[in-house]
Every structure is written in C-alpha cells, then in structure tokens.
C-alpha cells in the first residue's frame, strides 16, 4: 500500500470513529508495521498542522484522533451551545487533581486531604468516567482504589499522564494577587464565615459533601 493510500485510510478510520485510535488497532487495520503507522501518523499531524484547515489529526489519550482546529473553537461553540456538557464543579476538580496525582489513591486518602466527606464527588467523577476502581488496597478493610480513566486524557486533552504539569510547575505558577476589597456592586460571591462561597457549598451540597472530623474515618466503614 502507498504512503497515499495509506494517509487517506487513516483518515477515514480516525474521522468514522470519534475517539482516539491507538496505533496497535491503527497497524492491525491497515496490516501494515508498526513502525510505518507511526511515520504515517507524524506525517499527517503536520500536514494538518501547516495546512491549518478546519480540523487536525492529534495525539491524544495514547492515540490518535481527528479533532477541530482550535481557532474555530467559537463557531463550534454555538454550533453545540444547546448541547455542552456540564462543566466539573470547583470541589470535583479538586478531587479529581488528587485522584490524577496520588493514583491509585482510597477515598479515605483523599478525605484526608480535602478535610470533607467525598462520597457524592467520587460517585460524580465515576459516573462521568473521569476515574475509575483500580480494585481494592491489601489493608483492612479493603478500600477500594481509583485512579484516572482514558476519558480523562480526553477531557484534558492529554497524550498520557506525562504531559501533566508537575507539582514543581503549579508551585512556580505566578498567581495574579485578589484585590483587597471588592466594589460594591460586583459579580464577586460574598463569602460566608467558612471561607466557602455560597455557589461553592451549593455544588458540595449537590454532590454529597458534608464537613465532618469524621471524614477521615469514613472509609474504615466500606
């Protein structure tokens, strides 16, 4: 088979199946080494890239997937405005970078770095596939493990946990200051005496979280 033909293969397998391909279903398809897919592969990510044409072929979650160029990004907002899925709340995202960076990683661990109850938080990143049961740690008790999912690199838009900032990176991140004082009339939530917003605790209340110096405890009791 031709380079040609080749290209235009994977082309059409990557804009049939929506989701990343790995090369290893890529060389099985084609019947080709693995080593030419990877070529292939390179080749069309910068085709794409210098042509800057509506969509790119990208590296994403240990695959390979066609998606939409960047800068069309606010056309393609309006097209799926009645459509885009709900956006993580502040406490799932937390949990979720605990989860991302100390997988495989028991619940009782991650209540004991958040300081609450994260039951309905984890039940949340479970269901939309964000993480997932790693099986269960050889203490007592059992406590079941998570750790983050294919989904996750697809969210992120991740080639693999290794293009995760490293703690290193978040810690030199130059944080803009928050202003001494807001203006009387702003859009800024007023925060209650436990230092939450009430937008935040709304979305704890939504998602099972309760402030308890039991927390850290809850898991001996699954």
Known sequence: MEDKEAKSVIESLLFIAGEPLSL???????EIDRGEIERLVRELVNDYTLNNTGLLVAEVAEGVQMVTNP????WVKKLLSTAVPAKLSQPSLE?????AYKQPIIKAEIEAIRGVNSDGVVKTLLDRKLVKILG???????PLMYGTTKEFLQYFGLKDLSEMPTLKEFQEFDMPEAPE???AETEYQEYSEEGHTAETQSSEAEEGEVHSPESERSEEHN
């Open 95 to 99: 949990t979720l970078a605990i989860i």
């Open 71 to 74: 800068a069309c990004a606010p």
């Open 136 to 142: 269960r740690k050889e203490v007592p008790g059992r």
């Open 181 to 183: 004082q807001a203006p």
């Open 24 to 30: 290893d279903a890529l060389k099985n398809i084609l």
